[in-house]
């Protein structure tokens, strides 16, 4: 491709030199995002959060499809109300950011800034759940979250970030379960669909589990660096939450009785998994579903009679059907756009010159794998219209996942001890471990001394590497996804 | 119509009897919010969640098309930041709220939760622009922003509320002002078209400016009990920010500049005045634009053969013209589902039973003028279908905006003195005044001080009452209007 007059690609840093400057150049150099002077809080720019407006349209239309509804909860939590549920303030209270002035004036009670709201929901279930007729709730909000993490980095961690969370209450365990389940399932078909990224679902371990949390499903996906990066999670309370809340509900028996609860949230981390899946030395690679221009339009020699009309006609039929379709007539150089384009990961570039349409052609080039074809213009251009359609549709979207899958699988080693894991790690560099375990912790943390790396899930897939723990050799429980994370 | 059975309407405080717990009361019946513990912060129930997102929607495309693009800052500003505009800071250090501490730890420098976000648009210009070539910025942002409040009120005054607030950037004053000028009139065309709300445009007097402001423009509404409620404001700021924040580029001629700038915002407030100029005593009449159901269709003797049939026909008919329709098939009895999607402000009720299909009819009932009529069921549903989407898109629209406008027509009075203005507020009650003003801030007070009624703005559409000043009584400069506000 052509790379003249190409300072954007240029200042990128390569992804096989440093990955982390490969990430952080992506991030400022395709605008997603922008430093500002609170350590750890950013600013999403237009481009970036275009994605994440995307992102949420798919998300928030798959939810509503199953009944949810959205709401908004308060920003703060009281201190004592955060105290509620003993293990939940545990693992969030060491990392909330306190209010405690109001104007000038000092809080009888401080508040926290919320770092996920299942204390609010609970008050607030306790004030309108009184009888089966009031359940299920299924409910979903989009809001902004804190957490004051030490180091912080764009999209994957940062002390707020943008998120949904959904809560849902039911009156009995095995509707809650079934709810954990579904959203869980939910997320993947997201992330492989919309975002072209397979992910490995699975349940967390005791030890990584939510705080406050029976069980956490989470989903897994691997990054081109071999790391793992929890793209999703969906947490089954049973009614330890309602107990701590005094949530209670009258039956249809006329008993009184606790509910059961799930919370599930995914993040604007997905921006930063998708820039790891998919991005290259050029730059963003983008799913067509979440890109917001979907397809360029680039003119060549625009100065010449009948290119920008042509160029116009492309945009207009493309428009008409739904398609995020850009035409760049601006004076830069054809060269200097492709790199532009390719730098911010639009999926289709349509390069149309004077050649071209004496020819009855155009160029099409899919960014993903730099592939270009001549497409025809007759037909009254139904028939780049399709073609667009059936690359935006299909064709990329089965491509890009394809890669991400054949590097997942390039890069999962199965173990049978722990040596065999360090041997794979240092000869095939990071990736994912699949290997058994007997269910104790000791050995879970004796892993991750040992090879650096940590239980991600139990894959709800289960495979049979062996039949002995990878660690301590007794009788193994179940295969374990091992490996370093984001 | 049918009262029977009707728990909830009984329920509410009628609005002649006690004005502020009527409007409570909706608040609350319709299930709009509930409170929590912190005083000041409301959860948003779904019901209210879904009538924001239908005025988002709407909004956010109508800045779409005008070429802005979103964007999200972070919610907490450093306090030196906060301080870098002298006039801004004065206006909203006293009602911000302050984070201390992260975790365990205290900040080197206190960070206060936004309560409007001029000072990071602001740091984030500073960063991005260099040159008139990125020139315009027209950014907004859906967030959330908190000011203590001593007194509050779900929707019209809360501690935390959520809205949307405008950031732009201009190479040039003339620009800037056109900018603010714009998006005053598409908040008015909002108010207008969406909301069925007439509204007042004018600029607010100096004392009444946004802190920082070079000039504030509002746009004042009337609300059924006489009051007046600012709906939406837009700010022009010249280039006192840029001078403060050290924005400048270099213009076509390769000068330094300091660009100009714009705000501008809406807020969840907009639902307390939905309610406050609509609402009657049966409870709340949502304008069909941003009514998250549009339709409802009641069911009589539902078990009787064929009733549910036809009614699932009507749902579907009306579903496939993108209505937000409902079909309420549950065990409680026809009086009361009358009565509670009364009370939640449904603009349209149709009722079907079996003497209405024997007939090949139905009756279709509108919320905001109680009124009935029967529309054929023939024709395959067209004619019911036609019937209902004039009355969704046109006739109860243009109802709604005539109700309103009527009753602020017969509530504001033309006032020469400040006697006339003391005389008509306790013979007709609260209302809008018109009267003219020297322009001296001391008459502005004084007029406050002698009636109750502060200077809401001074309209753009000026008629003369007279040519002279209603306090001080000498020369006139412009007709301002008054009025008691929320």
């Known amino acids: 491709m052509a790379k003249n007059n190409d300072k954007k690609v240029e200042a990128i840093t390569s992804m096989d030199e ?22 750890g809080c950013m600013v999403i720019r237009p481009y970036g959060y275009a994605i994440w407006e995307n992102i949420q349209k798919i998300l928030d239309s798959e939810f509503k499809a199953l009944g949810h509804e959205n709401v908004c909860m308060p920003m703060f939590i ?5 105290n509620k549920e003993k293990d939940h303030v545990e693992g969030f209270a060491p990392e909330v950011a306190w209010v405690t002035h109001g104007g000038s004036e000092k809080l009888e009670e401080r508040l926290c800034v919320r770092p996920t709201s299942e204390t609010l929901f609970c008050e607030h279930y306790a ?9 299920p709730k299924l409910y979903n909000q989009w809001v902004s979250v804190v957490r004051w993490e030490k180091t912080t980095r764009p999209f994957l961690r940062s002390r707020e970030f943008l998120w949904q969370e959904g809560h849902t209450i039911h009156a009995t365990a095995q509707e809650a379960a079934e709810e954990t389940e579904r959203m869980l399932n939910c997320y993947a078909d997201f ?28 989903i897994e996906a691997m990054m081109h660096d071999g790391k793992a990066l929890q793209a999703g999670t969906s947490h089954y309370f049973g009614d330890g939450f309602a107990k701590a809340f005094g949530i209670q509900f009258t039956s249809k028996d006329n008993k009184l009785e606790y509910p059961h609860q799930t919370s599930w949230g995914m993040t604007t981390r997905l921006i930063g998994a998708i820039i790891m899946t998919h991005g290259d030395n050029n730059g963003l690679v983008l799913p067509p579903a979440v890109a917001p221009v979907q397809v360029v339009i680039v003119p060549i020699a625009q100065f010449k009679e009948g290119v920008l009309e042509k160029a116009g006609e492309i945009l207009e039929k493309l428009k008409a059907l739904g398609i995020r379709v850009k035409l760049d007539d601006s004076d830069n150089s054809p060269g200097w756009k492709f790199a532009e384009y390719e730098m911010r990961g639009v999926p289709v570039r349509i390069e149309i010159g004077p050649k071209d349409i004496e020819n009855g052609q155009c160029v099409v080039a899919t960014r993903y794998n730099s592939q270009k074809q ?21 064709e990329i979207p089965q491509g890009m996942f394809n890669n991400a899958l054949e590097n997942r699988k390039n890069r999962t080693y199965q173990c049978t001890t722990v040596d065999e894991i360090n041997k794979a790690l240092e000869e095939k560099g990071d990736g994912f471990i699949e290997a058994m375990w007997c269910g104790d912790e000791a050995c879970e943390d004796k892993v991750k001394e040992l090879s650096g790396v940590g239980s991600r899930c139990i894959p709800f897939e289960q495979h049979q590497i062996s039949d002995k723990c990878v660690c301590c050799g007794k009788p193994a429980k179940s295969m374990v996804l091992w490996g370093k994370a984001y």
């Open 127 to 135: 004030n309108i759940v009184h009888s089966y007729r009031d359940l």
């Open 374 to 394: 001549t497409v025809s213009l007759e037909n009254m251009l139904e028939t780049l219209a399709a073609k667009v359609t059936d690359l935006l549709e299909n």
């Open 78 to 82: 009281p201190e004592s109300l955060l």
């Open 18 to 39: 440093d990955f982390a400057k490969w990430y952080t150049d992506i991030c400022k150099k395709a605008e997603l995002v922008e430093y500002t002077s609170v350590k």
């Open 191 to 218: 992330c492989e669909k919309s975002l072209c990224m397979p992910v490995v679902r699975g349940q967390k371990t005791e030890s990584d589990k939510f705080a406050g949390a029976v069980s956490t499903y989470a």
